[in-house]
């Protein structure tokens, strides 16, 4: 099993910043690649970002390309989404996840990922 923990969420308003964190117990971490999603109100959970195993690949949903930043620190047990230039259609709870495997052709769907944390809310005002 493995226990993830998110934090860093909050209100901000357009244009501002946050940076998530979702740290990581029960397992050895830098054995998962690490994703973050995100649900709005009346949404299916959609794929945001995503860092393999080592961090030599990251993945962004077009909607955050250029704005978020998916990072890791495997010493600390703990995945970061650094949040730019954020906008109303941003709010939603994010989620983290990891998976022990992942791929290019898969990353983007919720099955694939093995373990999720329970979720922070983001609400960025206009």
């Known amino acids: 099993q493995v226990q993830l923990l998110e934090s860093g969420g909050g209100s901000v308003q357009a244009g501002g910043s946050l940076r998530l964190s979702c740290t990581a117990s029960?397992?050895?971490?830098?054995?998962?690649?690490v994703g973050w999603f995100r649900q709005a109100p009346g949404k299916e959970r959609a794929f945001v970002s995503a860092?393999?195993?080592?961090?030599?690949?990251?993945y962004h949903a077009d909607s955050v390309k250029g704005r978020f930043t998916i990072s890791r620190d495997n010493a600390k047990n703990t995945a970061y989404l650094q949040m730019n230039s954020l906008k109303p259609e941003d709010t939603a709870v994010y989620y983290c996840?990891?998976?022990?495997?992942?791929?290019?052709?898969?990353?983007?769907?919720?099955?694939?990922?093995?373990?999720w944390g329970q979720g922070t809310q983001v609400t960025v005002s206009s």
């Open positions: 029960g397992r050895t971490f830098r054995n998962f690649a």
């Open positions: 996840a990891v998976a022990y495997l992942l791929s290019s052709d898969t990353y983007f769907y919720t099955p694939t990922w093995d373990y």
């Open positions: 860092m393999t195993k080592t961090g030599s690949s990251t």
